[in-house]
């Protein structure tokens, strides 16, 4: 779905707050994944907001994460520590509901073995961003990690910092429900590409979400021809 770049953030948010309510209606718990980057951050404030947070039941709900960079849990660069600041720090959940990937940790393949046994076989929220070269998670064009049956591996990024946690194809394929949330005219070819133009996965990893809901800003939705959702 195309929104105003202002009022995008809310909307996704809501979304994700009805989502997890709907989850909640079904089963005892919901697990949700999050993503970093920059567009994802406004989401998560909007999605701590009061009017928006007091409809979650949060001690109910499991926080997991898409993929995270190999530096401390208080770097600037930590995925942990944007949504800890936006988000988590800001709604009444419990340090043990929120299960972080520990890039900070020197073994790195012990690290993502052990992450891939504390994920849930499938996630009912997944929340996604995508880059302008067709990334989504740390999950990039050409990389060896799109033909992984392992669900949590470690990768080289060719963006800083490089070495990074990421999850597989087969946790993408396996969420209930999913959030993809595009912003900004530098990624509207990708977003062509991914949503109309039927590149491969190899090419454009973001294909790996198609079928999820898309939450786009009417700049990346420029090179769509018609709308999404």
Known sequence: ??????????????????????????????????????????????????????????????????????????DRNSNFRMVEETLLSQVPIRAAQVHRMEGERSDLEAAATDYDRALPPALDVLVLGMGADGHTASLFPGSPALAERRRVVVVDSPKPPPRRLTITPPVIAAARHIAMVVTGAEKAAAVGLVREGGAPVTAMPAVLARHGVWFLDPAAAAQLARGTG
């Open 1 to 74: 779905m195309v929104e105003p770049a202002d009022s995008l953030p809310r909307r996704a948010a809501t979304w994700i707050a009805e989502t997890i309510a709907a989850v909640l209606a079904a089963r005892p718990r919901c697990s949700i994944a999050l993503s970093g980057g920059t567009t994802p951050g406004p989401v998560y404030r909007a999605l701590a907001a009061p009017d928006v947070s007091r409809g979650i039941a949060w001690s109910k709900v499991d926080v997991y994460f898409a993929d995270e960079r190999a530096v401390p849990s208080n």
